[in-house]
């Protein structure tokens, strides 16, 4: 692969971008072309052309690998015409590669496309040996997967990010190369990047490169991989929990899931019933499930509960504490430290090896954005809001700018979502502030069942007295909304801003890194009768 990409004009120092599934041919060109030292772009094989131009113009990318279909749920999901309207808008490609998987042809531009045949063909004769590069020259660059408006471009380097990423799966994950490990995320996220394809890799365990829903074609998908390949290790993400969780327990119970001995989760917080529901029910108590916290421009775990070195005690809906080289804390607003178990902003106090030293093509933006967001202190700014307790355990309670504020009282979208899902019939819950007159917020709910319930007025007042419950008069629910998926990036993370847009009836901003954009008509619908009901106008 390196020697092709050689053969093709690609040296040192080139972006390429990759629109692929995660696939062996994919993985393969990521492990190529970094031995080479060109710079890899993957962008996840479901974003639009607008998402996916905009990616490969920013980082100005030389050429464009893509598969020509990816599969979703039994379907071929055509690719290549959306390389074509993301290329007219990006000059700097001059090559798009097409790795042929479908079952009928597709469009090829003459002197700019070719199959991957042919280029693998150009390896012929071409240099096939390794670069030698600087700890700190870029290895690939990652947009992150876009909870805010606009996507950055985060940079990953040679030296730091491979330390922390094999440090934190031998410490974190405990991988050993006797391990069979699924992460189920997609090579277009950091996690794909990071515990599907180079850290086991550098730790010379097996990894498993899985393309597709996990409930396709049946309830049962995800236990029969475990069962078949014999895995020992599985990183999943909370909303694949829930996902399973809607279908309940049987789907396990039919496999031998005996090979497994530990799961972990990330992406999200992983609310307490929902892995109450993973560890005791699904999993029967047999293995831990272990939550942990970290974004993409961290490149791998900074709070988690260290498997591999000496497992603490797991507090359902905690991510854990801070990891081995982490000097984490909770500020105020004014920058001061708070103490336990007071909610503030969580940041870190100083570098560490896994973290981006920069923004591609946006150095001040990566100075505003991260390092001076905190009055009086340079430290890394997360941009969510959490509390860390007397034991040193941090616990997330949203992004900060979710942050609901009811009657001078602040409370976490997460807090609140965690309420709904103890009630036995919601499998997801999403929520959102809207403006009050006389509290100046309440919550607006728009929450997914699990199978066999059905929306009714009944149900609405048990979910009420659920939260209440839970939280106390503090959580006033201003309305709740029936829906049959939320809007969520593609790599699993609820777009609560996508929410608030709809409750407040404003553009919600850049969507190309939606799951589904039915979602977003959904929650208008879902809005929009309730509104209709409470105010006699018409839809």
Not at 167 to 172: D, G, V
Not at 220 to 243: K, Q
Not at 302 to 314: K, M, T
Not at 352 to 365: K, M, N, S, V, Y
Request: charged letters at 20%; hydrophobic letters at 45%.
């Amino acid at each position: 692969m390196s020697a092709a990409l050689r053969g093709l004009g690609i040296s040192k120092g080139d972006r390429i971008a990759i629109y692929m599934p995660t696939s062996a041919e994919a993985i393969v060109l990521m492990l190529g072309a970094i031995r080479m030292g060109a710079v890899i772009l993957v962008v996840f094989a479901g974003f639009g052309a607008g998402a996916l131009g905009e990616r490969v113009r920013l980082a100005g990318a030389r050429a464009l690998f893509a598969a020509d279909v990816t599969y979703r749920k039994g379907k071929d999901v055509p690719l290549k015409g959306i390389v074509d309207d993301a290329v007219a808008n990006a000059p700097a490609i001059e090559h798009v590669v097409v790795l042929h998987r479908g079952k009928s042809q597709v469009p090829m531009t003459a002197g700019r496309d070719m199959s991957w045949s042919d280029f693998l063909a150009l390896a012929n004769g071409q240099d096939d040996s390794h670069v030698e590069l600087e700890a700190n020259e870029p290895a690939y660059i990652l947009a992150t997967s876009g909870t805010t408006a606009k996507p950055k471009l985060a940079v990953h380097t040679h030296g730091g990010y491979q330390v922390y990423v094999y440090s934190m799966a031998k410490w974190m994950f405990g991988l050993a190369p006797r391990d069979v490990w699924w992460s189920t995320s997609d090579i277009g996220w950091v996690v794909g990047h990071s515990y599907i394809v180079f850290a086991p890799l550098l730790v010379g365990c097996t990894t498993i490169a899985y393309e597709g829903a996990l409930d396709h074609p049946n309830a049962e998908t995800f236990y029969a991989v475990v069962e078949r390949n014999r895995v020992t290790g599985v990183f999943t993400s909370p909303t694949a929990a829930r996902l399973l969780m809607r279908h309940g327990s049987a789907p396990a119970r039919a496999h031998d899931l005996s090979s497994l001995e530990r799961v972990f989760c990330a992406g999200e917080v992983l609310n307490a019933p929902a892995w109450e529901w993973l560890q005791k029910e699904a999993l029967q108590d047999r293995v831990p499930v272990i939550d942990h916290y970290w974004q993409t421009e961290t490149g791998g775990p900074v709070v988690g509960n260290p498997y591999g070195v000496a497992q603490l005690p797991i507090k359902p809906g905690s991510g854990g504490v801070p990891l081995a080289g982490i000097e984490a804390a909770v500020v105020d607003q004014d920058g001061n430290e708070l103490g336990p178990g007071e909610k503030g902003i969580f940041v870190i106090k100083r570098p560490f090896p896994g973290l981006t030293p920069r923004l591609w093509a946006e150095p001040e933006r990566y100075a505003s954005d991260y390092w001076d967001r905190v009055p009086g202190k340079t430290v890394y700014f997360t941009g969510d809001a959490a509390s860390i307790d007397a034991d040193g355990y941090v616990w997330f309670s949203g992004r900060a700018d979710e942050i609901i504020k009811i009657a001078d009282h602040r409370i976490g979208t997460i807090e609140v979502e965690t309420a709904f899902l103890r009630h036995p019939a919601v499998a997801e819950a999403g929520v959102t502030g809207r403006p009050d007159e006389l509290r100046g917020q309440v919550i607006s709910a728009f929450v997914v069942l699990r199978s066999g319930h059905a929306p009714s007025q009944e149900l609405k007042q048990a979910l009420l007295q659920t939260v209440r419950t839970e939280l106390g008069p503090l959580a006033v629910i201003g309305d709740v909304h029936f829906v049959n998926m939320l809007p969520k990036t593609r790599s699993g993370k609820i777009m609560r801003r996508v929410l608030k847009a709809v409750i407040l009836d404003r553009d919600p901003g850049d969507i190309s890194t939606i799951e589904d954009e039915g979602s977003v008509e959904e929650a208008r619908g879902a809005w929009e009768e309730m509104r209709s009901e409470v105010t006699g106008s018409p839809r």
